[in-house]
């Protein structure tokens, strides 16, 4: 046991260990470990269908991923209670005390867009190192892919509108919150109401002002004074409360209040009814008032094919506060998405389970542009292919348990997102159902797949 | 600023503190200290309306929100950001330094059922204190009042049949892996593969083997038997990854082999195709060897409706993996819930947005039952109401900061929600949709309701 102590019990709020991870896990690496099964493994992750309403997917959550490898450990309580369990032997448990991964990582960049059946990781260590770390490593790769994908789509309707996340209240607990607010600055977002993300990414933070501060007040005119005096710069009035559009006019009778107070109303905020409509009338109280500086600003139950609407309509619409769809990505919370033994001892393996079949060996993503420079076909053949042409999309990361240059700035993984975008063939940018993309398999990688068909027949 | 310091920076996956919030209720609560807006508010934590396939809800998450509001500080590297930011007087920023929640609670107990409108958790204290505990409130109480609803859902649907959480790969990050072990627990699951939900809530944990596993082998019986040897207890052989029925036959084969070594077989799990029809088959191999004793399990992407299928068409299965579907509550990962301003300063407030009004006041829900102890109809109304009948579902759980008694332990809170699962109507339990159940609002309740309005309309 490691010396480490701590003042209160370990708690679900704390930061998780190696424990964090599905009981097979420690089940499985005992058995390998009894039978030294402990040669190299290499495992992808990869998404085997996209969900209906998904054309492309953006890679997402490489930095978390890479953080929780390089400090994966079991903390002293975890190990204390792996050994009251007995379940486990002596051995077994001197070894999880001394895990580390000192393995190597391929992986596509984040805010890449990506395919079915495209690996995005290759994780490559000791058979049960890898195995061990593939919960907690899915856990966070899929949900950020997850939110990105989803982020993207909005990025995409909004046509240049600003968008802002305000789904940390709906997200699935504090840690689905915080990195959906890093997903979807990454795709494109402008920022997060979400406040720590400020301080752990420097990630843009807004904030207007809620019902309930109106509420409490007896008189809404009393409310936005208040709320102005205390928070003058970037000023939002919410003005929903009971009416839009008496609350549209009384924004405009408070203007010269304010101003003379050397307050500037940045924006109003509406947040329910039909947007659209309330937007124009809005629009034509507030200009008619002298206001035709301030924003609007939109939310309330929005997702992608909403914003495109009001977009198309030409609502005058300024910025979109998105929340729950986006952070729980309400139309397709998860992917179909595994990872993967492709090769163990030096041989390529392969899962044939009905409608789960997987590609064999280690894998490289080819990408091929069009005279446009937009994405014209992928091929997915073995990384040792000699003959495949372009750019290879998998890059090392990690070699050897140690990270490959620093992780790229989150502003760096935000451009490179929008190039990302800007670079798919318009059918594929629309949001609706079935938009194809060519992902080619490569003659070797069919004949390595067919060959090791007929071994296991074979073996039958 | 408090002493307190730190080896390392602040991560997004340390305990997090108060600082997980919207950045508005900040804004909020500088303003409403500036007017000293500080007297008592009370807040309500309700659902607006149900999702299509939702006929009644499971509250859950009461005890993770109780540690979170009597625990719920700044820590120090929060408030040095905050200072930072230059966004907060230093008046605001001592205040923050010093905040506690010394308020009140009243909850329903964690495992009732309740519907639309009714309020499951109302918080007083004074006002900028009840307002910057809404976001994680909200987030903490939504989330496992999703899971357990889900998870309700498919207890019905399995009949007693034994199902246990697979999900925590695809749930959206650690925390809510982690909780959504402890929601399907409290709802009637049999327990979880996620290891530390034993550590920390002492739930049940199962764990069988991946196909990683097999395909490590050069051979499926290898595989079997090196898992075996290294796990003999609980014993469950996954036996879908090159053929579903020579998988079983390979296991009658190994048998004998391994009874020999004193080892028993708990089970085989199937993963792929199509899963009645290969249980069927294998329970026939499995009969024919001599292996009558083995449980059938059956995983990979089941929801209530596939369960309901798979226990309706009678066959052979012992017990379900779950995972995406529960985790992410895949039809429905979001609730339409809020946390509102009801009462501020000994007046009631009311909220009254189009399609989001609300009912004004304190609000107490109270529950008839019929002759036979079913579910017949509820009545919300107001707390002060001397003339409702039955017992008030919501109760006193906490007093001036400090919880009145201990929180009841998860077992006991597993048996009330069997219970009420018990007590539904029989059209609640089915799981399609539209299934109504009759929420009466009392006369006092309108009338509040009625007065509220027309002094709005007056005041304009």
Redesign the interface.
């Known amino acids: 046991m490691r010396s480490q102590t701590t003042s209160r019990p ?7 260990g190696l ?10 690496l ?3 470990l ?2 030294g ?1 402990t040669a190299p ?1 290499a ?1 992808e992750f990869f998404v085997r269908r996209l969900p209906a309403e998904r054309n492309f997917l953006v890679a997402a959550g490489l930095e ?1 991923v890479l ?1 929780f490898l390089l400090t994966a450990r079991f903390d002293a ?2 190990l204390e ?1 792996l050994a009251k ?1 007995g ?1 486990f032997s002596a051995d077994f448990l001197s070894y999880l005390e001394g895990f580390e991964f000192r393995g190597d990582v391929d992986a596509m960049a984040e805010g890449t867009a990506f395919f079915a059946d495209e690996p995005i990781l290759r994780l490559v260590a000791p ?1 049960p190192v890898a ?1 061990l770390l ?3 490593l ?3 790769l ?2 950020q892919t ?1 939110i990105a994908s989803k982020a993207a789509r909005m990025v995409l309707a909004a046509g240049g509108k600003r968008l802002i996340d ?1 789904g ?13 607010a ?1 997903a979807s600055y990454l795709a494109g977002f402008a920022g997060t ?4 993300a ?4 420097g990630i843009p ?9 109106i ?3 007896d ?1 809404e005119v009393e409310a936005f004074r ?2 102005a ?3 003058p ?1 970037g000023l939002v009035l919410l003005i ?5 559009e ?1 609350g549209a006019e009384r924004v405009v009778r408070l203007a010269p209040d304010l101003s003379a107070a050397g307050i500037r109303i940045f924006g109003v905020r509406l ?3 039909d947007l659209g409509q309330h937007a124009r009338t809005v629009r034509r109280i507030l200009d008619a008032g002298g206001l035709s500086e301030v924003s609007i600003l939109v939310s309330g ?1 929005l997702d992608e094919h909403e914003i495109g609407r009001l977009v198309g309509s030409g609502a005058p619409i300024d910025g979109f506060g998105i929340g ?1 769809s986006l952070t ?3 139309d397709a ?5 595994a990872y ?2 492709q090769e ?1 001892a030096g041989r390529p ?8 079949a997987t590609w064999p060996g280690r894998k490289q993503v080819y990408r091929r542009y069009d005279g446009a420079g937009r994405l014209a076909a992928d091929l997915l053949t073995l990384d040792e292919d000699a003959e495949a042409e372009g750019a290879p999309l998998l890059r090392p990361v990690v070699r050897g348990g140690r990270a490959l240059g620093a992780t790229p700035a989150l502003a760096k993984v935000r451009a490179h997102c929008a190039r990302e975008l800007a670079r798919l063939p318009e059918r594929l940018k629309a949001l609706g159902e079935g938009a194809d993309y060519p992902v080619e398999v490569s003659r070797p990688l069919v004949a390595l797949r067919d060959k090791l068909d007929s071994e ?1 027949r074979g ?2």
């Open positions: 370990r708690s679900w709020l704390d930061r998780p424990l964090l991870t599905d009981l097979y896990q420690l089940n499985m005992q058995a390998y009894e039978q099964m493994a495992f978390q953080e309580i975890e209670w369990t379940r058979l195995q593939e919960t907690r899915l856990n966070l899929h949900f997850v305000f940390l209240r709906r997200a699935h607990g504090a840690e689905a919150g915080l990195l959906a890093r109401a979400t406040t720590p400020n301080l752990y990414w933070i807004f904030g207007t002002m809620a019902h309930s501060f509420q409490a007040h008189d208040n709320f005096r205390a928070r710069e929903d409360t009971y009416d839009t008496r947040d329910s009814g139950g729950t729980t990505s309400s919370p998860a992917l179909d998405c993967k033994l163990y393996r392969r899962k044939r389970s009905e409608g789960k296991e073996h039958a």
